[in-house]
């Protein structure tokens, strides 16, 4: 697999435009909230109220998870840029602020009425993990109308979230803009999010991954639940029949990268302590997706990703703290 090298931009991001609300908790406040441990559940805006007032102090950043994996690529060096729905609120304000502050282009118009501003609700236990709870806002009304047609035929690959694929009209903007970036000889890729979303979605996923998607990106957990099955290997082999490109994770044993037939194991990247799991999946695509962009063979692209992986979980957040192109001694293009 090869990206276009010529091109104004090296990825855009489709997905939800959420602004991250992490907190420290227990493993005691998990099970008096009802919080599911380390998944990520939607909630309706007065769950999320509710459980807003039972956390912590905590902190806010923009996220989303292709919004993270964007301004990933930015860290590396690479050209991004992203689309998503905000509102012209408060929360909207600091999702622009943020994402262009880390080099992503983001030029989609704030919509002027409807739901307020997307937010995650994160509470991150003593063990790293991360639980989510998130209201989805406007961010889920995302239409094909809001595809800048233009702006993905611009980029080399086209990056999809699966978080967003819960509303008729955000799954219809998925399939124009992929259907967009494929009409232009471009990378498709898709990222299936979380095992919850597959369970929902198997079946269309399964049709749209096989005729739509060249590059596809999953932990052990969202493979497995993909294909009904508890044999990773076999998981990995299903989805290598559908792309072009497997990319799975699998948390502390590395990834592997299915290509051509071919299978490739890799590490970790070690980090001196697990603080914050949020994010890990999002800047291992990140990294694989740069080392597509630069030309790398398929083992670079995976340790890319675990390098970028490394570094975000060893803070909370799920988007770099530190210049990702100094760790792999990439200079800025």
């Given at each position: 697999?090869?990206?276009?090298?010529?091109?104004p931009?090296?990825a855009?991001g489709?997905?939800?435009?959420?602004v991250?609300?992490?907190?420290n908790v227990?493993?005691d406040?998990?099970?008096?909230q009802?919080?599911?441990?380390?998944?990520m559940?939607?909630?309706d805006?007065?769950r999320?109220?509710?459980?807003?007032a039972?956390?912590p102090p905590?902190?806010?950043v923009?996220?989303?998870s292709a919004a993270n994996t964007m301004?990933?690529?930015?860290s590396?060096g690479?050209?991004?840029?992203y689309?998503?729905?905000?509102?012209d609120d408060?929360?909207g304000?600091?999702?622009?602020?943020?994402?262009?502050?880390?080099g992503?282009?983001?030029?989609?118009?704030?919509a002027?009425?409807?739901?307020?501003?997307?937010r995650?609700l994160i509470?991150?236990?003593?063990d790293g993990?991360?639980?989510?709870?998130?209201?989805?806002?406007?961010?889920a009304?995302?239409?094909?109308?809001?595809?800048d047609?233009s702006l993905?035929?611009?980029a080399?690959?086209t990056?999809?979230?699966g978080?967003?694929?819960?509303r008729?009209e955000?799954?219809?903007a998925?399939?124009?803009?992929?259907k967009v970036a494929s009409d232009?000889?471009?990378?498709?890729?898709?990222?299936l999010s979380?095992s919850?979303?597959?369970?929902?979605h198997?079946?269309?996923w399964?049709?749209?991954?096989?005729?739509?998607?060249?590059l596809?990106?999953a932990?052990?957990?969202?493979?497995?639940?993909?294909?009904?099955?508890?044999d990773?290997d076999s998981?990995v082999d299903?989805?290598?029949?559908?792309?072009?490109v497997?990319?799975?994770?699998?948390?502390?044993?590395?990834?592997?990268?299915?290509?051509?037939?071919?299978?490739?194991?890799?590490?970790v990247t070690?980090?001196?302590h697990?603080v914050?799991a949020?994010?890990?999946?999002d800047?291992y695509?990140a990294?694989?997706?740069?080392?597509l962009s630069?030309?790398?063979?398929m083992?670079?692209?995976?340790e890319?990703?675990s390098?970028a992986?490394g570094e975000?979980?060893s803070?909370v957040?799920a988007r770099?703290h530190v210049?990702?192109a100094?760790l792999?001694r990439v200079?800025?293009?």
């Amino acid at each position: 697999m090869r990206a276009k090298p010529d091109l104004p931009l090296d990825a855009v991001g489709v997905g939800n435009a959420i602004v991250d609300v992490i907190a420290n908790v227990s493993d005691d406040f998990l099970v008096e909230q009802g919080v599911v441990k380390g998944a990520m559940t939607l909630i309706d805006a007065e769950r999320a109220t509710s459980l807003y007032a039972a956390m912590p102090p905590g902190m806010e950043v923009s996220g989303g998870s292709a919004a993270n994996t964007m301004a990933g690529i930015a860290s590396l060096g690479g050209r991004a840029s992203y689309i998503g729905k905000v509102r012209d609120d408060q929360l909207g304000e600091v999702f622009r602020h943020d994402t262009k502050a880390g080099g992503v282009a983001f030029d989609v118009p704030a919509a002027t009425l409807g739901e307020p501003t997307a937010r995650s609700l994160i509470q991150v236990t003593p063990d790293g993990e991360r639980s989510m709870n998130t209201f989805l806002g406007i961010s889920a009304h995302l239409s094909p109308t809001d595809i800048d047609e233009s702006l993905v035929e611009s980029a080399a690959i086209t990056y999809c979230e699966g978080y967003l694929w819960d509303r008729p009209e955000a799954k219809d903007a998925i399939r124009h803009a992929m259907k967009v970036a494929s009409d232009a000889g471009r990378i498709v890729s898709l990222t299936l999010s979380d095992s919850f979303c597959v369970e929902r979605h198997r079946a269309e996923w399964l049709d749209l991954i096989a005729d739509h998607v060249d590059l596809v990106f999953a932990n052990e957990a969202e493979a497995c639940s993909m294909f009904e099955t508890d044999d990773f290997d076999s998981a990995v082999d299903g989805l290598a029949d559908l792309v072009e490109v497997a990319a799975v994770t699998r948390s502390a044993k590395g990834s592997v990268v299915m290509s051509g037939g071919e299978r490739i194991d890799i590490g970790v990247t070690p980090a001196d302590h697990v603080v914050d799991a949020t994010g890990a999946g999002d800047q291992y695509a990140a990294g694989f997706i740069y080392g597509l962009s630069i030309g790398a063979d398929m083992l670079r692209c995976g340790e890319l990703g675990s390098i970028a992986a490394g570094e975000v979980i060893s803070h909370v957040g799920a988007r770099p703290h530190v210049e990702l192109a100094q760790l792999i001694r990439v200079p800025h293009s």
